[in-house]
Nanobody
Framework: QVQVVESGGGSVQAGGSLRLSCVVS????????MGWSRQAPGKEREGVAT????????YYADSVKGRFTIGRDRTKNSLYLQMNSLKPEDTAMYYC???????????????????WGQGTQVTVSS
């Protein structure tokens, strides 16, 4: 059984930083797409960033480019999202997702992932 577990959310003032982590267990393949999406109250879920595990390709939403970094922590076998220069509009529930039968770019745009975590809340105050 595949499980996706996020951690690292919290509250921070505008301009601050947070680092989210995601661990996938129970999936035996070494190459697959993973990503982060977010959903603010009253809004649709949107892709934030994706990374193809096993390759070096990453993809970011325009709203987070230059501020967020997605990457793999090999020592912890986890995916992270380093979020710097946070803004109040970044406030949302953040979800980690893994594995898609589409390309990683398509998965980013459509949120078409097979496995999802429960989400971790990020709140940025002005």
């Amino acid at each position: 059984q595949v499980q996706v577990v996020e951690s690292g959310g919290g509250s921070v003032q505008a301009g601050g930083s947070l680092r989210l982590s995601c661990v996938v267990s129970g999936y035996t393949y070494s190459s697959y797409c993973m990503g982060w999406s977010r959903q603010a109250p009253g809004k649709e879920r949107e892709g934030v960033a994706t990374s193809y595990i096993g390759a070096s390709s990453t993809y970011y939403a325009d709203s987070v480019k230059g501020r967020f970094t997605i990457g793999r922590d090999r020592t912890k076998n986890s995916l992270y999202l380093q979020m710097n220069s946070l803004k109040p509009e970044d406030t949302a529930m953040y979800y980690c997702a893994a594995v898609s039968d589409r390309s990683c770019v398509d998965a980013f745009h459509t949120n078409n992932f097979k496995y999802w975590g429960q989400g971790t809340q990020v709140t940025v105050s002005s």
